[in-house]
């Protein structure tokens, strides 16, 4: 929901995310959600999100 594109191709295991491809100066929007991998594959509602401009990549880390 809220418009966004799902960057990452399988879960990510971890607290961090390497965003690549964007370009230097141009306004984008990230949030996250959870997932559970056992049987129900319950997903979360999208994190708040964070509006960056890059200078080459970000790195978006989501603990807490």
Sequence with gaps: GGGFTKLNSAVIAK???K???LT???T???AARSVDTGVLALESPNSNVISVKPGGYVYVDFRN
Aim: proline content about 0%; overall charge neutral; cysteine-free.
């Design 15 to 17: 607290t961090n995310y």
């Design 19 to 21: 965003v690549t491809g």
């Design 24 to 26: 230097n100066g141009a």
């Design 28 to 30: 984008y929007s990230f």
